[in-house]
T-cell receptor, first 112, second 115 residues
């Protein structure tokens, strides 16, 4: 059973469109992170959210942590080809001490 | 420059031939971890280390060994590689395992093929 379910798995849209990627779980997390991975490279941290209901913005990217700290979303406004990549959510379980659990990721392609 | 360095980046080997993938970080991080990334399965943790001489199994430790004799280094050892260990491997380090200070810094990955 996957602890963190990401959806959709694959998404291909046109430049300029908006999109939302979801990360869901039945477990409570003390914090949740979003990473982006480009081909041939390791994942790079985009944001960490720690408070239920928290919203963080990074230029055209908006991240939200669910009120119950069980889920998160990533919204991209006016997507650009440079947003193309694999987006991974990763959570630290409440009371856990052994690191992050990763979702399987969302492969995003933004077509010019 | 703060970084995690893995070597080799690419390796093709044969079943049963012992190999070591090295990992070194220059950020004085206490926590280090190894992941493998496979299509459809995502990133899965192999082993992790909270500090020098402290290592523990992750989700998929079978067939792997690690050691943490120095803070900066965390090598991954495949004593007798098998084809099902063909994968993309990532080493990562962090100030702490979770929370705001738990940002993972990843290496560039090591693509291993076992024939």
């Amino acid at each position: 059973t996957q602890l963190l379910e990401q959806s959709p798995q694959f998404l291909s849209i046109q430049e300029g469109e908006n999109l939302t990627v979801y990360c869901n779980s039945s477990s409570v997390f003390s914090s949740l992170q979003w990473y982006r991975q480009e081909p041939g490279e390791g994942p790079v941290l985009l944001v960490t959210v720690v408070t239920g209901g928290e919203v963080k913005k990074l230029k055209r990217l908006t991240f939200q942590f669910g009120d119950a700290r069980k889920d998160s979303s990533l919204h991209i406004t006016a997507a650009q080809p440079g947003d193309t990549g694999l987006y991974l959510c990763a959570g630290a379980l409440e009371g856990g001490a052994d690191g992050l659990t990763f979702g399987k990721g969302t492969h995003l392609i933004i077509q010019p | 420059e703060a970084q995690v360095t893995q070597n080799p980046r690419y390796l093709i080997t044969v079943t049963g031939k012992k190999l070591t993938v090295t990992c070194s970080q220059n950020m004085n991080h206490e926590y280090m971890s190894w992941y493998r990334q496979d299509p459809g399965l995502g990133l899965r943790q192999i082993y992790y280390s909270m500090n020098v001489e402290v290592t523990d199994k992750g989700d998929v430790p079978e067939g792997y060994k690690v050691s943490r004799k120095e803070k900066r280094n965390f090598p991954l050892i495949l004593e007798s590689p098998s084809p099902n260990q063909t994968s993309l491997y990532f080493c990562a380090s962090s100030l702490s395992p979770s929370g705001v200070s738990g940002e993972l810094f990843f290496g560039e990955g090591s693509r291993l093929t076992v024939l």
